[in-house]
């Protein structure tokens, strides 16, 4: 069954086909399969692989390790570096991160298949933790707060944990896990993984999350600054980039973020609502998420435009090949115009056709229409500087911080989406509270040392 | 094309290529199946007095395995053939009226004495088999009883069983060493003081497989309890090819025919057996990890390899190779190599890198101008070869043989191209005094 009718409804599909449409999109490495992939790895020397990994993990060593059929040891190599490797085995772009620098790829085009090996060897642990991993230094009496319960703050948190210190986070949504439980792709990470893994990351102890506690509104910097030993921002980013263009009152014109939030938030996703026809303007993962989502919601035509060429798109080519080869159409070249909107419901999206002139992006005249019962705006989100105050420098609309995720005060650190000249990925988060998290401790070993010694 | 056909110890077979005395030789099924394949000959499965052995109804085999499963080495714990002897005596005087053209040898153990031996002996000629071989190798279970690898571990033993035969029977006697010995020489020796016409080697090595950790018992093991076994496959190839060798090259006992045995997989593992002195090869484990049609791919490569090569024969180039194994006080001091990477084939793994640095002799880079970069520095280089044994591609490491002339940069001399040994070197407190020209 496929309801191909006009407009926007639920129940598109049939029970079974929402439930394969929203499983794994890629499946997990059995163990035969896990084997020989693990003996493809060199074990290289200062391996290339380690360094183009954010989070630096020592991957021929966890490679090594599911060789020898310690997958514990495994698990325990990628965790110590990177908190929520579990995640970052299902979501990082691997294509452009550690298997794109692989020394597989000079002779074979065909990296060490590092992210499926990291999920084999985190479901693993999972599936039977035994004894903690990690368990905490001495008590410190320090408590220290973050701001946002996403990768970054989350991963700030359980390095301080493990380093003694108390942790409060607050976070503006019902639950924690920012992104990784509003935001990534169902179909990456399935059977309520995101809140799995946070349950085991707080277990550590020493850290307590305060939902639908939002800065700026619940709590004041300046307090927190007070009351705490120091202060980190991952914040994310909340805002939605407008279109450029008149956005009328219409149903069926609606934010990607949005709609991705609700879609995982969905208990059934029969009853998400989804156009014949859509439309998702934009050109990075998001775009890609909500086409690819929409598809998998029975939309009929899902199309992708973006106002450049494709090596300009900031989703990878494997994820434009992705959505291509879930049932997505994606333009080029095509800006964004007029909303058509009749009776209060959207009808399509008028686009401009674009090239470059000059080294600048230029109209044609040309303009043609999309038709479209649904359009997604996925063109950026942005900072929301409002809620942390003017005390925190800005750069491009976001924090300013050094390598250690210091900001312009003293006492206060940030990470993740929310700063300045990342990559805005969730695996770059978890560098940065675990930066951060080192910076924030070795700075109150210092100022200890300095009033003993002062 | 290549004239594979070959002649042992007088035993005509259409190929060098024999199934050794194994379970692939075990009853005539297998031996028909192996000579419809295209096998050369078949030493049957070990036979021995009445009543017959029994096996352990447990794994009789174990393999050493790479990650992705490939057999590397393999042992087994079986006995001689646990059929009635006329049994086996009968189907192979089937397959032999039947297949005239493949060699059919039968293997023997039976106890030392020399009534045992003649007996059976006349019980085998009546199968119009070509030739016996005498199974002094079998590592478990049969040695506890004083036969196969008790007797291959005694010179004398084998040198008076070898003289019975010889004596009871007109047919080749081949016999077959066991490698559980400090010097294959010696019971090589042996053999042919008997009057041997020809030795066979490897049998298997005394080998544990590994132990299970959660039931704390050897492994594989039988009820709780595991008995070492016999060790063969692909591993042992490098064993087998040295003890081929030294017997190839003994004042006593070059000349002496061999059948070469011990990790024969592909064609160029026999190839390099006849290289070394074998004037026929047998298989067993490959055999046993991929089913006779192997026997194509192996007469195949051999028959290619030897077009290429301009050899017409296999007795063209057997023992070929054998004058270049010395003793090591023989080889040229004066003769210096150093690794060259080939920076086209690099693929920057950095192995060549810690393993010299950590093992050897600190002679590859890391960082050239601050850039990954993988480079030999001649002034460090000893030319030891690691480098090139764990580079994981191929022909991307060599080593290069400096001429006369140039400056070996790590010691300052200059190659002289003069053959000198450690006999002579300045070093060698027993030194000769090199003759005076
Ligand atoms: C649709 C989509 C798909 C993506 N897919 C991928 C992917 O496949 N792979 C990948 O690597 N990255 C992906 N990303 C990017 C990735 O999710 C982010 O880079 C990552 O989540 C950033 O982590 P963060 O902790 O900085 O922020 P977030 O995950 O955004 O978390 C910020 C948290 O702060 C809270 N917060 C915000 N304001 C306040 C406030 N005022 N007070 C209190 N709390 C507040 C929010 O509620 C949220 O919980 C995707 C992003 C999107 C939008
Ligand atoms: C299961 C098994 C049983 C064997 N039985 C005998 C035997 O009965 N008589 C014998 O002379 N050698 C026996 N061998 C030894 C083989 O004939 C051969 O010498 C040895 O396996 C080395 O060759 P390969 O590496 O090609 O297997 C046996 C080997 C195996 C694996
Ligand atoms: S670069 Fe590839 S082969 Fe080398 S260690 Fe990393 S994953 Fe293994
Ligand atoms: S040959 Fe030996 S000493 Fe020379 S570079 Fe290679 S590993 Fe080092
Ligand atoms: S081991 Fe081989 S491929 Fe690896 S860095 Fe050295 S020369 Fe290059």
């Not at chain 1, 991993?133 to 009496?141: D, N, Q, Y």
């Not at chain 2, 007996?119 to 279970?141: A, S």
């Not at chain 2, 057996?273 to 074998?278: H, Q």
Request: with cysteine; charged share 25%.
């Amino acid at each position: 069954m496929s309801d191909t009718s006009d407009g926007i409804r639920a129940g598109r599909l049939a029970p079974e086909e929402y439930a394969r449409n929203f499983s794994d999109s890629h499946a997990p490495l059995q163990r035969v399969q896990a084997l020989i992939e693990a003996d493809r790895c060199y074990y290289c020397y200062d391996a290339p692989c380690i360094n183009a990994c954010p989070t630096g993990i020592d991957i021929p060593t966890f490679i090594q390790r599911i060789a020898q059929d310690n997958i514990r040891g495994a698990a325990r190599a990628i965790l110590e570096e990177n908190i929520l490797g579990g995640m970052c085995a299902r979501v990082c772009p691997t294509e452009v991160l550690c298997e794109q620098a692989c020394v597989r790829n000079t002779n074979e085009d065909k990296p060490v298949e590092i992210g499926l090996l990291q999920r084999f060897a985190t479901d693993g642990y999972f599936a039977k933790p035994g004894a903690p991993l990690f368990s905490r230094a001495a008590k410190t009496g320090r408590r220290f707060a973050a701001v946002g319960a996403g990768p970054a703050g989350l991963s700030f948190a359980h390095r301080l944990a493990m380093l003694g210190h108390d942790v409060v986070v607050f976070d503006a949504n019902p639950k924690a896990g920012g992104l990784n439980e509003y935001g990534l792709a169902t179909y990456k990470t399935v059977e309520g993984f995101a809140q799995k893994e946070i349950d085991w990351l707080l277990s550590i102890g020493g850290i307590e999350v305060r939902c639908n506690q939002a800065l700026g509104r619940d709590v004041v910097l300046s307090d927190l600054v007070r009351d705490y030993d120091g202060v980190f921002l991952g914040m994310g980013l909340a805002g939605v980039n407008a279109l450029g263009v008149t956005e009328p009152q219409a149903a069926g014109l609606r934010d990607a973020v949005r709609f991705i939030a609700e879609l995982r938030q969905a208990s059934d996703f029969s009853k998400v609502p989804i156009g014949r026809k859509v439309v998702v303007i934009g050109g990075g993962m998001t775009a890609v998420d909500a086409a690819v989502q929409s598809k998998k919601l029975g939309a009929e035509d899902v199309t992708i435009v973006y106002r450049r060429g494709e090596e300009a798109m900031s989703a990878s080519g494997y994820e434009q090949d992705w959505a291509k080869r879930s049932g997505v159409t994606i333009k080029h070249w095509a800006a964004p115009k007029e909303v058509v909107a009749e009776g209060g419901q959207v009808r399509g999206m008028r686009f401009a056709t674009t090239r470059v002139d000059n080294g600048k992006l230029v109209e044609t005249g040309e303009t043609f229409v999309v038709p479209a019962d649904m359009v997604f705006k996925a063109i950026g989100q942005s900072y929301e500087p409002a809620p942390a105050g003017a005390s925190i420098k800005l750069n491009g609309g976001r924090i300013v911080t050094d390598a250690e995720g210091r900001t312009s005060h003293a006492k206060v650190w940030a990470g993740g989406d929310c700063t300045y000249g990342g990559r805005d990925l969730t695996v770059e988060a978890v560098e940065h509270g675990k930066r951060a998290a080192i910076s924030a401790d070795k700075a109150l070993r210092q100022a200890a040392r300095e009033t003993r010694n002062g | 094309m290549a004239d594979l056909t070959s002649t042992f110890v007088g035993i005509k077979s259409p190929n060098p290529f024999w199934l050794a005395s194994a379970p692939p030789t075990d009853k005539a099924y297998n031996v028909e199946r192996a000579f419809e394949a295209g096998w050369g000959g078949a030493v049957w499965k070990t036979v021995g007095e009445d009543p017959p052995i029994v096996n352990v109804n447990g794994p009789r085999y174990s393999a050493l395995l790479s990650q992705d499963r490939r057999v590397i080495g393999f042992n087994n714990i079986e006995l001689i053939s646990d059929r009635p002897l006329k049994v086996n005596l009968d189907e192979m005087k089937r397959v032999k009226r039947d297949w005239p053209d493949r060699a059919v040898v039968a293997s023997l153990m039976v106890p030392c004495t020399e009534k045992d031996w003649r007996e059976i002996l006349k019980k085998v000629e009546d199968t119009g088999c070509d030739g016996v071989e005498l199974n002094f190798g079998c590592p478990h279970g049969m040695s506890e009883r004083g036969m196969g690898a008790a007797v291959g571990q005694v010179p004398e033993y084998i040198e008076m069983v070898a003289a019975w035969c010889k004596q009871h029977t007109k047919l080749p006697v081949i016999v077959k060493l066991t490698p559980n010995i400090t010097d294959v020489r010696f019971p090589a020796r042996a053999a042919k003081k008997g009057g041997a016409d020809a030795v066979s080697l490897i049998n298997t090595i005394n080998s544990i497989m590994g132990v299970d950790l959660e039931r704390m018992t050897m492994h594989p093991s039988t009820d709780g309890r595991g008995s070492h076994g016999g060790y063969c496959g692909y591993a042992v190839k490098p064993i087998a090819l040295n003890m081929v060798g030294e017997i190839a090259r003994d004042k006593e006992t070059r000349g002496i025919p061999i059948s070469g045995i011990g990790g024969i997989t592909t064609w160029r593992d026999a190839a390099e057996f006849i290289a070394l002195g074998a004037g026929n090869v047998q298989v067993c484990t490959a055999a046993m990890v991929y089913g006779f049609k192997i026997i194509k791919d192996l007469t195949d490569g051999l028959s290619n390899f030897m077009d290429e090569q301009g050899y017409r024969s296999v007795a063209e180039f057997q023992g070929k190779a054998v004058d270049t194994i010395a003793d090591w006080q023989a080889l040229n001091l004066n003769h210096v190599e150093k690794a060259v990477i080939n920076q086209d084939l690099c693929i920057q793994c950095g192995r060549c890198h810690v393993v010299c640095e950590d093992t050897s002799h600190q002679a590859i880079t890391a960082t050239v101008n601050g850039k990954r970069h993988f480079e030999v520095k001649d002034e460090e280089c000893v030319g030891c070869n690691l480098c090139v044994s764990v580079c994981p591609v191929t022909d991307c490491i060599t080593l290069r043989a400096l001429k006369p002339g140039e400056v070996d940069t790590r010691t300052g001399v200059k190659i002289s191209g003069k053959y000198a040994n450690w006999t002579t070197h300045p070093n060698n407190p027993m030194r000769k005094e090199p003759e005076s020209a």
